[in-house]
């Protein structure tokens, strides 16, 4: 494989570039759509269009960006999720398709005009697609970074979702609040010391978002100690975790008094949300 951009010249055509891609296709395909401002229905009705100079080294910085590793997400500052397109920045997660499912079960778990809190939203990427979803329903999301909640503000705003924002420590500043329907969360859930932190996207993502800095559990204590509490009677409490988390999350919620305690597998088969219900 060629890693050198200096073949991205002016007068490279974008089927030239397309066939002597540095990049895996599919990423390849992404950058060049950015750096031309065209859809990828436009990549294919302007392939013989010949990259002037400009667009070259537009073309070529985002190349060299991603053969330096930053995760595509971020070079082009959107990532899609539930359908709908978000902002990302270093400052918040980037949104996994896996994590669609933990709005799944929310969704059919959500009464009529429900309350539902999502904590620690990062990007919003849950909350919005909940609300997006369910303009009935009441939608509030915490986080402890504001500028992860300036990026969940902006995307909320974006896709037209109303959702109520809140900067906290976990429960710390929900004082007050009324019950809620359904509790959701993809806390940090990465232990410390965990090699993939310092693998591929990970490298470039919030540690505060990927990782407890402990046994990978903590985040998930603090919420399952503080969810009865804030949930109403029969309320849900819904949780992505690791691969190898189930049964320990299992446990805690059974410790705890929750009832209904069960797991849910992601696209890939694994056991990747658990979730129970308070008496
Ligand atoms: N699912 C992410 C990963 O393994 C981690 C997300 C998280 O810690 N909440 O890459």
């Avoid at 985002?62 to 930053?70: A, I, S």
């Avoid at 079960?105 to 990427?125: F, N, Q, Y």
């Avoid at 965990?194 to 204590?221: C, M, N, V, W």
Wanted: hydrophobic share 45%.
């Amino acid at each position: 494989m060629i890693t050198d951009t200096s073949a991205i010249a002016a007068g490279a055509t974008i089927a030239a570039l397309q066939v002597q891609s540095l990049l895996d296709p599919l990423d390849n395909r992404i950058l060049l759509c950015h750096a031309l401002g065209l859809s990828r229905v436009g990549l294919i009705t302007q392939s013989e269009l010949a990259l002037d100079q400009d667009q070259a080294a537009r073309f070529a910085a985002l190349v060299r960006r991603r053969l330096d590793g930053e995760p595509i997400a971020y070079i082009v500052g959107q990532r899609e999720f539930f359908g709908l397109p978000f902002e990302v920045n270093g400052a918040v997660l980037i949104p996994r398709p896996d994590t669609e499912l933990l709005v799944e079960l929310a969704l059919e778990r959500l009464p009529p005009r429900g309350r539902v809190l999502d904590m620690g939203t990062g990007s919003g990427a849950i909350a919005v697609a909940l609300a997006h979803t369910r303009r009935d329903a009441e939608v509030t999301a915490l986080d402890v970074s504001a500028d992860a909640l300036a990026v969940a503000r902006r995307n909320a705003a974006a896709n037209q979702a109303r959702v109520a924002f809140l900067q906290s420590d976990w429960y710390a500043a929900l004082d007050g609040a009324p019950p809620f329907d359904v509790i959701v969360s993809n806390p940090p859930y990465i232990a410390s010391g965990d090699r993939h932190l310092s693998e591929g996207d990970l490298r470039y993502e919030p540690a505060g978002a990927l990782t407890d800095h402990a046994d990978g559990l903590s985040a998930l204590r603090i919420i399952i100690a503080g969810a009865a509490q804030r949930l109403k009677p029969r309320g849900w409490l819904l949780m992505e975790h690791g691969y190898d988390q189930s049964a320990a999350v299992r446990q805690l919620l059974t410790e705890q008094g929750y009832t209904d305690v069960q797991s849910w597998t992601d696209l890939a088969g694994i056991e990747r949300v658990t979730g129970a219900r308070t008496h």
